[in-house]
């Protein structure tokens, strides 16, 4: 069975430029998540669908991150313009369902370079 | 608050030998979950237990085991006979059954251990 799925493996852009990153969910999951992880913070969630809604998106830092969930198959992360302090490795995970005991199923993360 | 706390940073073993890392929680639901995660230097986060908080038997499964006690809000994961392919960075994680309604994870910062041959 196919994981969770996460393009591309690694970006190096530019400070000012537009990055997107984007996610496959494993089939007939319903929730997916957006997680990023730093040294300095480790794994913060930025936001979190359910059923393609976007329902807690407390954890996004600011408004140059956006994020979307056009079908039940593909998500996006868009950061414009990136920064920086932007630099991480960005997760894409996805739970069968939003039960508190539905564990997460994580991608292989996106490492983002910003210079 | 919830919290979930990992004070071993680094852990540093010899082949063989058997290595626990700590987990400690803390919440106010009487409803949680506690989880078990695997990073590999390939970076992906590999599930590996769930625990509810009603379940406090201890779980083994091949040189794994987990101890859960809610007398002193800790998870410890105990790996036995330790060997390189363990050498990761290991995360312990809570969602509460009232944290909004979803499977919010809260992590711990995770111990990194090393198995050396």
């Known amino acids: 069975d196919a994981g969770v799925i996460q393009s591309p493996r690694h970006e190096v852009t530019e400070m000012g430029q537009e990055v997107t990153l984007r996610c496959k969910p494993i089939?007939?999951?319903?929730?997916l998540f957006w997680y990023r992880q730093t040294m300095m913070r480790g794994l913060e969630l930025l936001i979190y669908f359910n059923n393609n809604v976007p329902i807690d998106d407390s954890g996004m830092p600011e408004d140059r991150f956006s994020a979307k969930m056009p079908n039940a198959s593909f998500s996006t992360l868009k950061i414009q313009p990136s920064e920086p302090r932007d630099s991480a490795v960005y997760f894409c995970a996805s739970s069968y369902s939003s039960g508190a005991s539905d564990e997460q199923y994580f991608g292989p993360g996106t490492r983002l370079t910003v210079t | 608050a919830q919290k979930v706390t990992q004070a071993q940073t680094e852990i540093s073993v010899v082949e063989k030998e058997d290595v626990t890392l700590d987990c400690v929680y803390e919440t106010r639901d009487t409803t949680y979950y506690l989880f078990w995660y695997k990073q590999p230097p390939s970076g992906e986060l590999v599930f590996l237990i769930r625990r509810n908080s009603f379940d406090e038997q201890n779980e083994i499964s091949g040189r794994y085991s987990w101890n859960f006690q809610k007398s002193t809000s800790s998870f410890n994961f105990t790996i036995t006979a330790s060997q390189v392919v363990d050498s990761a960075v290991y995360f312990c994680a809570l969602s509460e059954a009232g944290s909004g309604g979803y499977n919010k994870l809260i992590f711990g910062a995770g111990t990194r251990l090393a198995v050396h041959p």
């Open positions: 089939s007939g999951h319903n929730s």
